[in-house]
Antibody, heavy 122, light 108 residues
Framework: EEQLVESGGGLVKPGGSLRLSCAASGFVFSRYTMNWVRQAPGKGLEWVSSVTATSWDISHTESVKGRFTTSRDNTKNSLFLQMNSLRAEDTAVYYC???????????????WGQGIMVTVSA | EIVLTQSPDTLSLSPGERATLSCRASQTISSNYLAWYQHKPGQAPRLLVYGISTRAAGIPDRFSGSGSATDFTLTISRLEPEDFAVYYCQQYGSSPPYTFGQGTKLEI
């Protein structure tokens, strides 16, 4: 069964750091672009970052640039999100999501983890 | 950055009725890279449709996507009780950011 499982969330003070992990199983992780998506309380989905299969291209949404770093380890089938200088507005459920492909074309985010809560509060 | 605006914000319908959800983009979506997701509280979002109109694996045929350029629609032909959720459109064009619409809440 294809699966993504996030870990590493929790409560952190403003200005603090946290590292999220996403463990993949049931598929060839190294073939897929991976993403982080978040949902703040009472808000909609927000794309956070993306890393291509071989890490040649990594992108972040403007509000986290310079504070968050996305990486992956294909030998361990894992995706990471290093979050520094955290702010209250970073409080959200964070999801990892796989960028699907179909007949060589992009096919949306076709596999999601259950999400992990990150709370930034004094 | 492409901005997606969904309408309505909330749609109140009954089981058996037809639901029509709209998504408008601030500029043309490249390569038809437009998707729809269903999201229920406490669950992972679920991909329903990609490429404007292709249903994802395991998605019932009562869900259908249509549209082009900047205007897109998700139609649920006959609502089932399990269809009441929040729905998001997303553009996933050739390069990031891969923006989502603000969501439409489909309620009984």
């Amino acid at each position: 069964e294809e699966q993504l499982v996030e870990s590493g969330g929790g409560l952190v003070k403003p200005g603090g750091s946290l590292r999220l992990s996403c463990a993949a199983s049931g598929f060839v992780f190294s073939r897929y672009t991976m993403n982080w998506v978040r949902q703040a309380p009472g808000k909609g989905l927000e794309w956070v970052s993306s890393v291509t299969a071989t890490s040649w291209d990594i992108s972040h949404t403007e509000s986290v640039k310079g504070r968050f770093t996305t990486s992956r380890d294909n030998t361990k089938n894992s995706l990471f999100l290093q979050m520094n200088s955290l702010r209250a507005e970073d409080t959200a459920v964070y999801y990892c999501a796989r960028f699907g492909t179909a007949v060589g074309l992009r096919a949306g985010f076709d596999l999601w983890g259950q999400g992990i809560m990150v709370t930034v509060s004094a | 950055e492409i901005v997606l605006t969904q309408s309505p914000d909330t749609l109140s319908l009954s089981p058996g009725e037809r639901a029509t959800l709209s998504c408008r983009a601030s500029q043309t979506i490249s390569s038809n890279y437009l998707a729809w997701y269903q999201h229920k509280p406490g669950q992972a979002p679920r991909l329903l449709v990609y490429g404007i109109s292709t249903r994802a694996a395991g998605i019932p045929d009562r869900f259908s996507g249509s549209g082009s350029a900047t205007d897109f629609t998700l139609t649920i032909s006959r609502l089932e009780p399990e269809d009441f959720a929040v729905y998001y459109c997303q553009q996933y064009g050739s390069s990031p950011p891969y923006t989502f619409g603000q969501g439409t809440k489909l309620e009984i």
